[in-house]
């Protein structure tokens, strides 16, 4: 059988992929309930031959397709939700809904992953095996991966192998990029109360000051961060923001903290929370005060399997040449929910560089689950 020529294929499918994600740009949806943009995935994938199951809690779902023979399965996964951003970029498929926008490729994501199906399912006898394409709702923050995990819709049939891919506008346009191991970080909020004693502030010595309390904290993190954690298994910790008092002659009875966590490995992640909650607590008591700590839990390090890692380079090299494919030398410290997937089942994901036009703006407020 000759072999079939996939790149000519995809350029045939192209119009109408582009003409999907336009369709999606304009009308963006944040959460896990993307509902409009959900059915315009559907539609797209309607005379296919795949069977399609919902999620029940969000607007998630699984279009199954089988090849010609038996053989493994293989999980290849799309975002679809959009940011809480004002476009301003003046294209004719600009965002229509007010203060939401797809500034983050989710549209790329999922219009792609439809046009994937659609060619494959074009060519069932050109492999053995099952294809389960995910649409998935929820990444920026919402954990839509680990809802459409816990529902139980990866398992049955439990993919083998499983492999999403990401646009980034600082990578050359059309270069494949990935990495083995760790390629984007965990995404644990960190929130810290220090309470003392309030009181006038001209009289500190009648109180117990939280500020300095809290300053001190935040330093010592910091030196945490430089001197305690090896820079083999890197961290980012950063306290974003401090917020106590109301007026300028009032020492206040509290101090809150708010900041992120960053990690590459679970056991840095484990450690790192361990230190957060003793150098919180510790230099609290030391000042007489109390602290009430907590961790929000957020996403896992996107940790990429070698084996799928370097078959994303060498299909990325048959395709587009060595020069085609770049080889990330470290992780970024931004997360991504396709990590529950990863921990579930080996893959990757790779990074699929795209242009940076210079005219495209857009303003507003930036997710925090990966930004």
């Avoid at 074009?122 to 709702?137: K, S, W």
């Avoid at 060595?322 to 470290?330: D, K, M, V």
């Amino acid at each position: 059988m000759k072999p079939l020529d996939w790149t000519s294929i995809a350029q045939a499918e192209q119009p109408a992929t582009l003409a999907l994600r336009r369709s999606i740009h304009a009308d963006p949806e944040l959460g896990l309930h993307c509902r409009r943009t959900t059915a315009k995935l559907k539609a797209a994938l309607a005379d296919l031959p795949l069977d399609i199951r919902d999620s029940q809690r969000s607007s998630g779902f699984i279009a199954r397709l089988d090849g010609a023979r038996p053989g493994r399965t293989v999980l290849l996964r799309g975002d679809m939700d959009a940011l809480p951003i004002h476009e301003e970029t003046g294209l004719d498929f600009a965002s229509r809904n007010t203060g939401h926008m797809h500034a983050c490729g989710h549209d790329t994501h999922s219009a792609m992953l439809a046009g994937a199906a659609r060619i494959l399912a074009a060519r069932r006898e050109a492999f053995d095996g099952t294809i389960l394409f995910m649409f998935q709702p929820g990444e920026e923050g919402q954990r839509g991966a680990h809802v459409m995990i816990e529902e139980g819709l990866l398992d049955d049939p439990t993919p083998e192998a499983a492999f999403a891919m990401h646009i980034f506008p600082n990578v050359p346009g059309g270069l494949v990029a990935c990495r083995p191991g760790a390629l984007m970080a965990s995404t644990d909020v960190l929130r810290a109360t220090i309470r003392g004693k309030g009181g006038h502030a001209a009289m500190p010595h009648d109180v117990i000051d939280p500020v300095p309390i809290a300053c001190e904290a935040v330093l010592a993190l910091q030196s945490h961060v430089a001197r305690r954690v090896s820079v083999g298994d890197p961290i980012v910790l950063s306290i974003t923001r401090i917020a106590g008092g109301e007026t300028h002659n009032v020492i206040p009875a509290e101090v809150e903290l708010l900041g992120t966590l960053r990690t590459q490995s679970p056991a840095q992640r484990e450690a790192s929370r361990a230190a957060f909650k003793r150098i919180v607590n510790g230099i609290a008591e030391t000042h007489g005060a109390t602290a009430d700590v907590s961790i929000g839990e957020g996403y896992p390090a996107t940790i990429n399997d070698q084996r799928a890692a370097d078959m994303v380079e060498q299909i990325a090299t048959d395709l587009f040449g060595a020069s085609g494919y770049h080889a990330i030398p470290n992780a970024v410290m931004t997360g991504e929910d396709f990590a529950f997937v990863l921990e579930k089942v080996p893959g990757a994901m790779a990074i699929l560089g795209s242009p940076r036009p210079t005219a495209i703006r857009s303003t507003g407020r930036r997710s925090t689950a990966r930004g």
